[in-house]
């Protein structure tokens, strides 16, 4: 049976901090893909900075191009609004039967977990949680949590409004850099 990690975000815009941690997902946990699931609007953040959904579903394709086992999925684009992680995973498991799937969730995440749409329906899957600053985990199994992950201190929040081209080379895989550049996304530069 095949097993994918689902990696769920906004991707606004994608940057090398999700990329290190679905490295580090397949490195550690032997899955054998991570799908990166691009949802057009979080229902537990309202921004008003979102990139348009085209513009960071080219971004998410141009940043995962390179790495082998890493893919984008936009199944959330096709679906009514506002997204679900809960939906989303029941119309994924009936249309793959033969997929096992679990969930690369942030620490800040998984410990707001409870207040999810049918969290006990989420519950059942696999979640592999990586660090996020300020959150501190309990109750959760040394399975979950992934080993040797390094804290990346990269927001998509501070490469919207950074102004330092080089120091935003250093946080954006450099598809995505160029993507930005080449249609003025970045802010005021």
């Known amino acids: 049976m095949k097993r994918v990690a689902l990696f769920f975000g906004s991707f606004n815009p994608i940057?090398?901090?999700?990329?290190?941690?679905?490295?580090?997902v397949l490195k550690q946990h032997k899955v054998d893909e991570v799908q990166f699931v691009l949802s057009p609007q979080n229902p537990h953040k309202k921004t008003?900075?979102?990139?348009?959904?085209t513009h960071?579903?080219?971004?998410?394709q141009l940043a995962l191009k390179e790495h082998q086992n890493l893919t984008p999925n936009d199944i959330e684009l096709h679906m009514p609004t506002p997204s679900y992680t809960a939906t989303t995973?029941?119309?994924?498991?009936?249309?793959?039967?033969?997929?096992?799937?679990a969930l690369v969730l942030g620490a800040d995440s998984e410990a707001s977990l409870s207040s999810w749409k049918?969290?006990?329906?989420?519950?059942?899957?696999?979640?592999?949680i990586y660090p996020r600053k300020g959150t501190v985990l309990v109750n959760t199994t040394s399975e979950m949590v992934l080993q040797n992950v390094s804290l990346q201190d990269i927001s998509a929040?501070?490469?919207?409004?950074?102004?330092?081209?080089?120091v935003l080379k250093t946080w954006l895989p450099e598809a995505v850099f160029d993507y930005m550049q080449a249609h003025k996304l970045f802010s005021d530069i």
């Open 48 to 53: 008003t900075s979102l990139l348009s959904e």
């Open 15 to 24: 940057h090398s901090g999700h990329i290190h941690i679905a490295q580090q």
């Open 157 to 166: 929040t501070q490469i919207r409004t950074e102004k330092d081209l080089d």
């Open 89 to 101: 995973l029941k119309k994924l498991v009936a249309e793959n039967p033969d997929v096992r799937y």
């Open 56 to 60: 960071r579903w080219n971004m998410l």
């Open 118 to 128: 049918n969290t006990n329906y989420l519950m059942q899957f696999p979640r592999l």
